[in-house]
């Protein structure tokens, strides 16, 4: 059977990345790759994601893919606006940007959205609720955004509650995901970057 070419690119933080991964094969893009490779596809991998990036850096890293020709980007981002306060409406803009860009050039992109940030273990019980009314706001601010730009975005509203609940989601850092939490990430995400990957497949045979 031959397998249908596809190029995956990986933007956006460090979750994006993979910090906190105990092995390359847990990180999110090689977990998406080997999703991808499953349904029959011969996976191209770019990760160009930089620890500590917030929105505003996603244009650097829009340009570093341009050359790869992207067939679907994923991005990762919303966890280092959220830290630094930066206001919802100022990030979900830049992110749209990065996705019509994006769509300009062809690529089909899917978009991991901020994650609840009041699940992460050193935020004081105090504070979770404002941190996550804060962090859900970043979320609709920016599946609006996607949404008109032309993107998917991920539903990945069950991995929160399940990094809420279970510690072994965390690295040793107690703030970016383990190889655990790496496989639930790519789990939830899985589903919209397969639609993404089996429509161009589709539209390429007809």
Do not use: C, K
């Amino acid at each position: 059977m031959e397998r249908f070419p596809l190029r995956l690119v990986v933007l956006g933080d460090s979750i994006g990345f993979g910090t906190g991964a105990l092995r390359v094969e847990d990180t999110l893009g090689r977990r998406l790759a080997t999703a991808l490779t499953t349904d029959g596809f011969d996976v191209d991998l770019h990760v160009v994601a930089v620890p500590g990036a917030a929105s505003r850096d996603l244009a650097a890293q829009v340009r570093r893919a341009g050359p790869l020709d992207a067939d679907v980007a994923v991005i990762v981002i919303g966890a280092n606006d959220l830290a630094r306060f930066v206001p919802p409406g100022q990030a979900a803009a830049s992110l749209a940007s990065a996705v019509t860009a994006l769509r300009t050039s062809g690529a089909d992109v899917v978009v991991v959205p901020a994650p609840d940030m009041s699940s992460v273990p050193f935020v004081p019980p105090a504070f979770r609720a404002a941190v996550r009314a804060a962090s859900q706001q970043l979320q609709q601010h920016q599946a609006a955004a996607v949404e008109a730009a032309g993107g998917r975005m991920a539903a990945v509203h069950e991995v929160g509650m399940a990094f809420a609940g279970d510690p072994a989601m965390f690295s040793a850092d107690r703030f970016h995901p383990s190889s655990a939490g790496y496989a639930a990430i790519a789990a939830a995400l899985t589903p919209a970057v397969l639609a993404a990957a089996r429509s161009r497949r589709g539209n390429a045979a007809a």
